[in-house]
């Protein structure tokens, strides 16, 4: 608190890696007070970390992570950057890149910065010593990274660190370093961490479990849907502007047994969506929704996707499902299509298929998990 009423805007680091191009709901619960602290004056310090997503951080992890190329970097930066500024304010956030500093660096400045701390200071992270207990291997540039993490916050003279509660390490590792090198420490906000669609774990891309901040409306709208119940209070609260007043009421509301789950959570992926895509947008989705989740009826548009396979007589072809819903973009690869097949979710004209190849027609309709639909044409 007294940082913040100084009289002098505090430097707010946040801090990523472009090893992902997206960025999902766990996100945004950090970039929406980021938001709120720019609009009381504060100065957000987004830091591209083009150097360290070549080691990938660890955390979390329980294998090594391979690095990236510079293109694959940079793509992912600027999506990344497209998605992040849709809720922080661009015009008040300074954007610096890591090679501003560590593409300066000599032999004797890394040896230099490594010898401010011992080894069992880094492998006493929780990562770390997960995969030492299981004889799991640890690159040494991966030790690095909490490092150079660390000489960020130094470079840019921050003030407050922003990190979910598993950045733990890595942002009081920056205190101690700024003080050694005589900063004063910067201050560390720990954000709640959001549990995924399935209920269980942290949201995360390479669990699945994620809602995308670039998603169409009607998959947003349609995952947000998909969520327990007993998840509904913390995402009004984590990633909505519902005020205190009415979330305690709705806390209650839940313990009395008095609240309706189906129109909350309709509120909610009303409002969740509204924010990303606009409020006529999240309307939309909610009347697709409404229509084809609720009244079992076919979305109006769909997307149509060109197949080609044997024809079996009366209008019939076996056709092949998988390359066109890869080279489509409505799945991400041929294993997903099979995982989600093996889970019967993949339907044509609404019986459940057991195999990649279906028997079609044209203007079959496919649906691909819960909210994916296309028409087929031959």
């Known amino acids: 608190v007294e940082l913040l009423n100084r009289g002098t805007p505090a430097r707010l680091k946040e801090g990523f890696d472009p090893s992902s191009p997206d960025i999902h709901l766990g996100h945004v619960v950090g970039l929406r007070k980021l938001r709120q602290l720019q609009e009381l004056g504060h100065q ?80 006493a992270r929780e990562d770390f010593a ?8 640890i690159s040494l540039c991966e030790t690095m990274y909490p490092l150079l993490q660390a000489y960020d916050s130094y470079a840019i003279e921050a003030d407050v660190e922003f990190g979910g509660t598993d950045q733990k390490f890595n942002c009081l590792l920056g205190r ?25 774990t942290k949201m995360s891309k390479s669990l699945g479990n994620y809602i995308g901040v670039a998603e169409p409306p009607e998959q947003m709208y349609g995952k947000v849907m998909s969520l327990v119940d007993n998840l509904i209070v913390d995402y009004f609260e984590l990633v909505t502007d519902i005020s205190d007043e009415e979330l305690t009421d709705m806390k209650q509301s ?49 997307p149509e996707v060109s197949v080609q396979g044997t024809a079996e007589g009366d209008g019939l072809f076996r056709v092949d499902l ?4 890869v080279s489509g973009g409505f799945v991400k690869s041929a294993t997903e299509l099979k995982r989600l097949v093996a889970q019967r979710a993949v339907e044509v004209d609404g ?5 990649l190849s279906a028997v079609v027609r044209n203007g079959s309709v496919v649906k691909v998990g819960r909210h994916t639909f296309l028409r087929v044409r031959l």
Not at 130 to 137: A, C, G, L, V
Not at 186 to 193: A, G, L
Not at 280 to 285: C, K, R, T, W
């Open 351 to 355: 019986t459940k298929i057991d195999e």
């Open 44 to 123: 957000v310090i987004l830091i591209v970390g083009n150097w360290t997503a070549r080691i990938g951080d660890p955390s979390g992890q329980s294998a090594t992570r391979p690095m990236l190329t510079e293109a694959q970097i940079e793509h992912n930066a600027k999506t990344y950057m497209d998605q992040f500024f849709k809720v922080v304010d661009r015009s008040r956030t300074e954007v610096r890149w890591q090679t501003e500093w560590f593409s300066k660096f000599t032999l004797d400045t890394v040896i230099r910065l490594t010898a401010k701390f011992t080894v069992a200071q880094i492998l």
């Open 254 to 302: 839940f313990v009395s047994g008095s609240a309706n789950p189906m129109l909350l959570k309709k509120r909610l992926a009303r409002e969740i969506t509204s924010q990303f895509h606009g409020s006529e947008a999240g309307a939309q989705a909610e009347d697709h929704f409404t229509r084809v989740h609720q009244q079992r009826e076919l979305p109006q548009d769909m």
């Open 176 to 200: 101690e370093l700024q003080q050694m090198m005589g900063q004063n420490p910067q201050r560390v906000f720990f954000t709640p961490i959001l549990i995924g669609t399935d209920g269980k």
């Open 130 to 137: 997960k995969r030492m207990s299981t004889n799991s291997p």
């Open 322 to 325: 998988t390359r066109s819903l």
